[in-house]
């Protein structure tokens, strides 16, 4: 039997099965959550889906399914289905133990935790890891579901513009595009849905742009009190790091963000160069071109310097990162 047979073997046996997503959620997450909740609903499979609920992306609020997505845990569960979690605490959440673990990810650093792994590190999205167990096992793909995956696909590839994105994520779109997906609905919900607070704290982020290292790492950092003056929230930041990784000479672009007395950064990177090696130092994660850690202060500018002299002693040479 091969491991996506187990895993659907594991789901129809189950007695009641809790999907977890993971903290600071992102849109391939919940996708991946929604689309097993979907599923899982079609078939009278009982079910949660849970969240930590510390902030949901708002913009995937279109998927059927969303509101029954939950910060509590339902008194019992025997089997528990990690999606998008690199490591069993991602969820942030103590589970019973006796639970059989299904975990269906993409991340490299994933340790095959689960008692049924299903692994992809070469998929964009957990989303297209997701699809196969569905497509292997020859289950129906309602439209429902065809949405969140292609959700989930097309916003952890950025737009089918990742490294990672192949002809195969493309025959996978189409036959979730075969099954009901609409792309244009899907990325007119995720991505031209933005607030009018967004647009007034991005120039506030923008004009703490600076370039170190010869222009090779551009910083920015948000705020607490710029939050609380334009109404936006922090998810209303995370574009900005994008936006800066566009600047021609830019390869590694930071965002740094002050929360609970630390300070959160967010990494992207672009030519090939490993952002969760710097990541990974602050004992934080993530993949090649895109990572997040934490450093132990709440001084965005003490954090900023800490990070660009750690880059510029580990990984900067002749001119360049390497
Ligand atoms: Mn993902």
Not at 214 to 227: D, F, M, Q
Request: charged content about 20%; hydrophobic content about 40%; aromatic content about 8%.
């Amino acid at each position: 039997m091969s491991f996506y047979q187990e895993a659907l073997e594991t789901i129809r046996q189950a007695h009641y099965i809790l999907v977890l997503t993971h903290i600071n959620p992102d849109v391939d997450t919940i996708s991946c959550g929604l689309a097993l909740s979907n599923f899982m609903y079609e078939n009278k499979i009982k079910h949660k889906v849970f969240n930590k609920m510390d902030n949901l992306p708002r913009n995937v609020n279109f998927l059927n399914r969303f509101e029954h997505i939950t910060n509590k845990l339902p008194t019992s569960y025997d089997v528990v289905v990690y999606v998008d979690c690199g490591d069993q605490r991602r969820p942030a959440v103590e589970i019973n133990s006796d639970a059989k673990m299904i975990n269906i990810d993409h991340h490299a650093s994933n340790d095959y935790f689960g008692d049924i792994n299903i692994l992809d590190e070469t998929k964009a999205s957990t989303a297209e890891v997701l699809y196969q167990f569905f497509k292997q096992n020859n289950l129906k793909i309602s439209a429902n579901v065809a949405t969140c995956l292609y959700a989930g696909m097309y916003d952890d590839s950025i737009q089918f513009s990742t490294p990672r994105v192949d002809g195969e994520m493309f025959q996978i779109a189409h036959h979730l595009c075969d099954c009901g997906a609409n792309p244009s609905y899907v990325a007119d919900m995720l991505t031209k849905r933005e607030s009018l607070a967004k647009y007034r704290l991005l120039p506030l982020v923008l004009g703490s742009l600076e370039l170190h290292l010869e222009g090779t790492v551009a910083t920015i950092y948000t705020l607490p009190e710029w939050l609380i003056t334009t109404g936006a929230d922090y998810r209303d930041v995370e574009d900005s790091v994008n936006m800066i990784l566009s600047i021609s000479v830019v390869q590694i672009a930071i965002l740094l963000r002050p929360t609970n007395g630390k300070t959160r950064l967010s990494l992207r990177s672009k030519n090939g160069i490993d952002v969760s090696k710097i990541a990974s130092e602050f004992q934080g994660g993530g993949h090649k071109m895109a990572a997040g850690c934490t450093i132990e202060h709440d001084n965005v500018l003490k954090a900023k310097n800490e990070i660009i002299n750690f880059i510029k002693n580990n990984f900067y040479t002749n001119g360049g990162i390497q």
